[in-house]
């Protein structure tokens, strides 16, 4: 590659660059950018170009950085993030819109308490737009900057990453009412000859339950039925299929109407913990500090719980400490 006639970089250019490099594909950032791949090409080579130096190389069949691509990169990151305040505080200045946000979720949680608890925060803040993302690998959207805010139950040790505690996650073990009194389910043991309904065949999503007991307690939970996703397991739960284990919110409607019966209800399973996490350098930003703060004060009522729970026992039904938290969420 010759770079004998170097040209001044310009700002598009490092835009480009900059999506580039977090996604690694052509056709990806043409698609962000809403240009077609050989605009992107063209802007990549032109930069390059003008640098003097190679930023992205072919590694097999995958595209990577070079070293003075990364660098590169990381002042990009900043530059474009100062850009993004100084904006914000231009329109502030004017009143006008902050901008948007894609604020993302677990799906369940997402469909059932974000959105729910939302409409206020937009009707308060008409010069802020929310984008809302619901998926379960939300960790790499994130870093990549395809989402700004998240709202996950996975506890993230990074040092990137601005992290606030948020809301503790309860489960209950479920079923129909009918189904409870034709097995006879009125304790742990009772559900070693049920039909476990839970998102993997290996048990590591009841260890939740489990874990909550007194290993003496603890059943051998033999019948696994695999549903890989929580509105499955409380629609066959509803239909007499089986015990289901799943976030209380996910049933808040159908234990209202005993539709369905929280089988244990004086055991205090072991509990997520949903965090608010977003870039440390996106977090001093006026709409996310609006956003966040919003979060913070939200107290969901699918989150409430009617007087406090006593522990689990042998003689009366209450279960010992756990041994830690299962972070696994929907």
């Given at each position: 590659m010759s770079y004998n006639h170097r040209m001044p970089c310009d700002l598009y250019q490092l835009r480009v660059f900059f999506v580039l490099a977090k996604t690694l594909s052509f056709t990806e950032t043409a698609k962000k950018l809403f240009v077609t791949q050989p605009a992107i090409s063209q802007a990549l080579k032109?930069?390059?170009?003008?640098?003097?130096c190679e930023l992205i190389f072919k590694r097999g069949k995958q595209q990577a950085l070079t070293e003075n691509g990364t660098l590169l990169y990381q002042t990009c990151e900043d530059i474009f993030y100062r850009l993004d305040k100084a904006e914000e505080s231009i329109r502030r200045n004017a009143r006008d819109f902050l901008g948007t946000i894609r604020l993302g979720a677990t799906v369940e949680f997402g469909n059932h308490v974000l959105v729910k608890n939302m409409k206020k925060f937009l009707d308060d803040h008409e010069n802020i737009h929310v984008d809302f993302v619901f998926r379960h690998d939300l960790l790499p959207a994130l870093l990549s900057d395809e989402l700004d805010v998240i709202v996950d139950c996975r506890d993230i040790s990074d040092a990137r990453l601005d992290k606030k505690s948020l809301f503790r996650e309860k489960y209950a073990v479920v079923a129909a009412p009918d189904y409870l009194r034709r097995h006879?389910?009125?304790?742990?043991?009772?559900?070693e000859g049920s039909r476990i309904l839970s998102l993997d065949r290996d048990g590591t999503w009841w260890e939740r339950f489990l874990l909550a007991l007194p290993e003496p307690e603890r059943p051998v939970l033999a019948n696994m039925?695999?549903?890989n996703h929580l509105r499955g397991i409380v629609a066959a739960a509803h239909d007499g299929m089986g015990v289901g284990l799943v976030p209380r919110y996910c049933v808040a409607r159908e234990l209202a109407r005993r539709e369905l019966q929280d089988v244990f209800p004086e055991i205090t399973l072991l509990e997520d913990h949903f965090f608010i996490y977003q870039k440390k350098k996106k977090a001093d930003l006026e709409k996310h500090r609006i956003?966040?703060?919003?979060?913070?004060?939200?107290k969901p009522v699918e989150f409430g719980v009617a007087g406090k729970r006593r522990p689990y026992s042998a003689d009366d039904h209450s279960a010992g400490k756990g041994e830690g938290v299962i972070g696994r969420c929907r």
């Open positions: 032109k930069l390059e170009e003008s640098l003097g006879k389910i009125r304790k742990p043991k009772n559900l039925v695999e549903i956003l966040v703060t919003y979060l913070l004060s939200i």
